[in-house]
C-alpha cells in the first residue's frame, strides 16, 4: 500500500511515522509514505498556496491552482494514479467498512485541506473522495490523514503481529464493539477477574465474550438499529463509494 500525503506541514508526520506499528511496517515496506508540500507547486516567489474568499469573510482558502497542480503531478509519479481522498469535515464519515473497502487499493492520496478549505474548483476538477473523521473541526486534515493511514495500514497483511488482531479488534466482521479484556494481577482494589476468563473452558470463553460484545454494543447505539443494518450497527450512514 502506497500513501501520498500532500500537505502544508509535511514535518507534523514525522514523530507520527517513526514509531510502534508504522514505522516496523515501513521498515519491512509493507507501507510507503510520500510527503509531498503544497508549496512546492505555489507559482510565485512567496510560495503563496491560499487567498482571501471571494466575497469577503474571516480566513484564508486553499486556491486551486498549486493544489490540482500538486495532486495532477503526484498522480503521475506512479501507477495507478490513486484514490484521492480530501479531508474535510464535509465529507462522509470514516467508519470501519469503508476503512475495508479503502485497504483494497493499491495507492492512496489524501490532501489535507487548512484554513477555510478548499476552493471548490479543487473539488469539482479532481472529483476526490470526501473524507471527515467527526463533526467537529480541527486545525488541518494532518491529523484525519494520520487517522486513514492508522486504520488502513492494520488491516495490510503483515502490519500487526498476528493477523487475528484485526478481525478480534472493534468494528469487526460482525460490526461489534470489542468485548473487555484482563490481564494480571488476578485481584487489583477489590476488582477480580471473570471467574470465566480463569477456567480454561475455552468455549464459555467464547461465549462469554461475545456476550459482552453484544451487550457493549446495545449500550453504544440504539438497539433498534441492530437488525436493520447487518454487519454495521453503528449507524445508518450511506453505504461507502470505492
Given amino acids: 500500500m502506497r500513501f501520498d500525503v500532500l500537505t502544508l506541514f509535511p514535518n507534523l508526520?514525522?514523530?507520527?511515522?517513526?514509531e510502534s506499528i508504522l514505522k516496523r511496517a515501513l521498515e519491512r515496506n509493507l507501507i510507503a509514505v510520500h510527503r509531498h508540500d503544497l508549496r512546492t507547486w505555489a507559482s510565485n516567489k512567496h510560495h503563496q498556496v491560499d487567498d482571501r474568499p471571494f466575497g469577503g469573510g474571516p480566513g484564508m482558502v486553499l486556491m486551486a491552482p498549486p493544489v490540482v497542480e500538486a495532486v495532477e503531478a503526484v498522480q503521475a509519479l506512479t501507477a495507478p494514479p490513486g484514490l484521492v481522498l480530501a479531508m474535510t469535515p464535509s465529507g462522509r464519515r470514516l467508519d470501519q467498512e469503508w476503512v475495508r473497502r479503502l485497504?483494497?487499493?493499491p495507492r492512496l492520496i489524501l490532501l489535507c485541506g487548512r484554513y477555510e478549505g478548499f476552493d471548490e474548483r479543487i473539488i469539482e476538477l479532481l472529483q476526490p473522495k470526501l473524507v471527515s473523521i467527526g463533526d467537529y473541526v480541527l486545525s488541518g486534515g494532518e491529523v484525519p490523514a494520520m487517522v486513514v493511514i492508522d486504520a488502513v495500514s492494520r488491516l495490510i497483511p503483515g502490519v500487526l503481529g498476528d493477523d487475528q488482531s484485526a478481525a478480534e479488534d472493534s468494528f469487526g466482521p460482525e460490526g461489534l464493539l470489542d468485548h473487555p479484556?484482563?490481564?494480571?494481577?488476578?485481584?487489583y482494589r477489590g476488582l477480580s477477574v471473570p471467574e470465566v476468563l480463569t477456567s480454561?473452558?475455552?468455549?464459555?470463553?467464547?461465549?462469554?465474550?461475545?456476550?459482552?460484545?453484544?451487550?457493549?454494543?446495545?449500550?453504544?447505539?440504539?438497539?433498534?438499529?441492530?437488525?436493520?443494518?447487518p454487519n454495521a450497527p453503528y449507524g445508518s450512514a450511506p453505504p461507502a463509494t470505492e
Fill in 103 to 105: 485497504a483494497t487499493q
Fill in 13 to 18: 508526520f514525522e514523530g507520527f511515522l517513526s
Fill in 200 to 229: 480454561g473452558n475455552h468455549a464459555e470463553i467464547a461465549r462469554w465474550r461475545r456476550e459482552q460484545a453484544l451487550q457493549r454494543t446495545r449500550q453504544r447505539f440504539r438497539e433498534a438499529v441492530l437488525p436493520t443494518i
Fill in 181 to 187: 479484556h484482563y490481564t494480571r494481577p488476578r485481584l
